[in-house]
T-cell receptor
Framework: SQKIEQNSEALNIQEGKTATLTCNYTNYSPAYLQWYRQDPGRGPVFLLLIRENEKEKRKERLKVTFDTTLKQSLFHITASQPADSATYLCALVHNAGNMLTFGGGTRLMVKP | NAGVTQTPKFRVLKTGQSMTLLCAQDMNHEYMYWYRQDPGMGLRLIHYSVGEGTTAKGEVPDGYNVSRLKKQNFLLGLESAAPSQTSVYFC??????????FGSGTRLTVV
């Protein structure tokens, strides 16, 4: 069966360090993958999109990698800040349309 | 720029009651979606629309109906609410293969 797996345990890191979140998938051949941020009581907010033919994408302090051989995406936040504390979701397109399937998300806690 | 607006924000229903959740977007997006989010289950697609007048089933469509009579609006209906439909409902819209814009959600409790 198709699965998108993100670490359900919270990731706790110290301010200033790099946070790395993992998204693994099975039985998908996604054309692209997206990352979202969700704060408590709010809707997800789009952060980055990476296509299958792209190895890496950067936006300010954010970096996403996409390895279609390993079936894995890594999401990095450099110089992390307490304001980066949130749940981060990865999502894949799983058919010809633009319908996304989401992973369960990983909660990131950045401590001062 | 409002983006995606969902109404209502909160609602409590009794089992068997019906209601309609309204989603409106002002970005002229072609695609619109309804998801539900439950603890431990993540976001699951209920129904979606690829354009005005079109709708299609997602992963968990049972017990829900949708309509998209106007491009900017996507309605989600519950004909006979059940406790299993207690959830947070999110509407989203997108254009092409861009990222989704989500609304702020509707928290529904069915007692």
């Amino acid at each position: 069966s198709q699965k998108i797996e993100q670490n359900s345990e919270a990731l706790n890191i110290q301010e200033g360090k790099t946070a790395t979140l993992t998204c693994n998938y099975t039985n998908y051949s996604p054309a692209y993958l997206q990352w979202y941020r969700q704060d408590p009581g709010r809707g997800p907010v789009f952060l980055l999109l990476i296509r299958e033919n792209e190895k890496e994408k950067r936006k300010e302090r954010l970096k996403v990698t996409f390895d279609t051989t390993l079936k894995q995406s890594l999401f990095h936040i450099t110089a992390s800040q307490p304001a980066d504390s949130a749940t981060y979701l990865c999502a894949l397109v799983h058919n010809a349309g633009n319908m996304l399937t989401f992973g369960g998300g990983t909660r990131l806690m950045v401590k001062p | 720029n409002a983006g995606v607006t969902q109404t209502p924000k909160f609602r409590v229903l009794k089992t068997g009651q019906s209601m309609t959740l309204l989603c409106a977007q002002d970005m002229n997006h072609e695609y619109m979606y309804w998801y539900r989010q439950d603890p431990g289950m993540g976001l699951r697609l209920i129904h979606y629309s690829v354009g005005e007048g079109t709708t299609a089933k997602g992963e968990v469509p049972d017990g829900y109906n949708v309509s998209r009579l106007k491009k900017q609006n996507f309605l989600l209906g519950l004909e006979s609410a059940a406790p299993s439909q207690t959830s947070v409902y999110f509407c989203a819209s997108s254009q092409g293969y861009d990222g989704y814009t989500f609304g702020s959600g509707t928290r529904l409790t069915v007692v």
